[in-house]
């Protein structure tokens, strides 16, 4: 099992940055995957930006050159830099981490963008 803590979201004015943090803890040797989804009211949670073991990075097109996804491998934490942001960009963001045998979430943060 992996446990996530979520840390970070809040709500910012169009253009601003936010950070958002996961810190997972429990059997975190088997963790191959870090990454964070979001999900917008009335939306299907959606893909943002993932982190892998040998350190390659994805991002969703909507948000590649605005974000920007870390990872600490010895204090097992991935972090995600949302700049420029823009209302679309409202949802409810959550930490997720696969492992050798599952698939983890967090409890989601709020990211509110709006002036």
């Known amino acids: 099992q992996v446990q996530l803590v979520e840390s970070g979201g809040g709500l910012v004015q169009p253009g601003g940055s936010l950070r958002l943090s996961c810190a997972a803890s429990?059997?975190?040797?088997?963790?191959?995957?870090m990454g964070w989804y979001r999900q917008a009211p009335g939306k299907q949670r959606e893909f943002v930006a993932s982190f892998t073991n040998v350190g390659r990075t994805h991002y969703a097109d909507a948000v590649r050159g605005r974000f920007t996804i870390s990872r600490d491998f010895a204090k097992n934490t991935v972090s995600l830099q949302m700049n420029s942001l823009r209302p679309e960009d409202t949802a409810v963001y959550y930490c997720n981490i696969i492992t050798t045998r599952s698939m983890f979430w967090g409890q989601g943060t709020q990211v509110t963008v709006s002036s």
């Open positions: 429990g059997s975190v040797s088997s963790i191959t995957v």
